[in-house]
T-cell receptor, first 113, second 112 residues
Framework: KQEVTQIPAALSVPEGENLVLNCSFTDSAIYNLQWFRQDPGKGLTSLLLIQSSQREQTSGRLNASLDKSSGRSTLYIAASQPGDSATYLCAVIGVTSGSRLTFGEGTQLTVNP | DAGITQSPRHKVTETGTPVTLRCHQTENHRYMYWYRQDPGHGLRLIHYSYGVKDTDKGEVSDGYSVSRSKTEDFLLTLESATSSQTSVYFC???????????FGQGTRLTVV
């Protein structure tokens, strides 16, 4: 059974700092990995999707990498801003899980002005 | 934003009553999903659909049923609500299997 772990569970940084969020998964047979952002009381917003054949994806100040063989992904946020404060979730679709996303429990990020 | 509308957004119901949550999409995506989000458990899949009248169970399907009679609508029914079904319910869609998933704003359900 696929398990997804996100470390740390919470992170507090000063504004302007570059930071890395980590995601690990137990079964490397995946179709893709997706990073989401969730603001309190809101739905999930898709940030980046990395296909299993890709090593990284970039969108603005965000860069996500994927190392399928080691079961790890990182989300790099450059020059963090208070507006980046949210919970960040990663999810994978495994080859044997059909179209189901398996989620980690998220990293709660606070960027202090 | 992907065109996903969940209704109602908030509901309080009594134990033992039936409840139906609705997810409506305007993207013509083939796949639709229902997840629940609970502290300490994260997001867990309840049921999903891969086409009209085609559905399958997720990891926490007991006590829930679904129906999809049209591409754009996916209904989640709690036949007899229990307090353990108090949760935030999210609908998601994807164009096809393994493609990017988009989520609705959620329905907060409280069973008293």
């Amino acid at each position: 059974k696929q398990e997804v772990t996100q470390i740390p569970a919470a992170l507090s940084v000063p504004e302007g700092e570059n930071l890395v969020l980590n995601c690990s998964f137990t079964d490397s047979a995946i179709y893709n990995l997706q990073w989401f952002r969730q603001d309190p009381g809101k739905g999930l917003t898709s940030l980046l999707l990395i296909q299993s054949s890709q090593r990284e994806q970039t969108s603005g100040r965000l860069n996500a990498s994927l190392d399928k063989s080691s079961g790890r992904s990182t989300l790099y946020i450059a020059a963090s801003q208070p507006g980046d404060s949210a919970t960040y979730l990663c999810a994978v679709i495994g080859v044997t899980s059909g179209s189901r996303l398996t989620f980690g429990e998220g990293t709660q990020l606070t960027v202090n002005p | 934003d992907a065109g996903i509308t969940q209704s109602p957004r908030h509901k309080v119901t009594e134990t033992g009553t039936p409840v139906t949550l609705r997810c409506h999409q305007t993207e013509n995506h083939r796949y639709m999903y229902w997840y629940r989000q609970d502290p300490g458990h994260g997001l867990r899949l309840i049921h999903y659909s891969y086409g009209v009248k085609d559905t399958d169970k997720g990891e926490v399907s007991d006590g829930y049923s679904v129906s999809r009679s049209k591409t754009e609508d996916f209904l989640l029914t709690l036949e007899s609500a229990t307090s353990s079904q108090t949760s935030v319910y999210f609908c998601a869609i994807s164009r096809d299997s393994g493609t990017e998933a988009f989520f609705g704003q959620g329905t907060r359900l409280t069973v008293v």
